[in-house]
């Protein structure tokens, strides 16, 4: 009777190991998809600031007069 107790606690003591590994990976997982995230976000606003000081330099030149970047050719 005794090894049978002695096998079921250290049964449930490695599903707890096992539940408290998992549980590590998952919150490590978590803080690196907040702080891909955030480079993803922090990207994306740079990006869309050189495309609209691109997008203004295009438009200044076109109104220069000299027909770029108007759609007119």
């Given at each position: 009777?005794?090894?049978?107790?002695?096998?079921?606690?250290?049964?449930?003591?490695?599903?707890?190991?096992?539940?408290?590994?998992?549980l590590?990976?998952?919150?490590?997982?978590?803080?690196?998809?907040e702080?891909?995230?955030?480079?993803?976000?922090?990207?994306?606003?740079?990006?869309n600031?050189?495309?609209?000081?691109?997008?203004?330099?295009?438009?200044?030149?076109?109104?220069?007069?000299?027909?770029?970047?108007?759609?007119?050719?």
């Open positions: 009777m005794k090894r049978k107790a002695q096998g079921a606690i250290e049964y449930l003591f490695m599903i707890a190991a096992a539940l408290v590994i998992i590590i990976v998952v919150r490590q997982l978590q803080g690196k998809g702080s891909a995230k955030d480079t993803a976000s922090q990207a994306e606003t740079e990006i600031n050189t495309l609209g000081e691109m997008m203004g330099n295009n438009q200044q030149s076109g109104a220069s007069g000299n027909g770029t970047g108007n759609g007119t050719g």
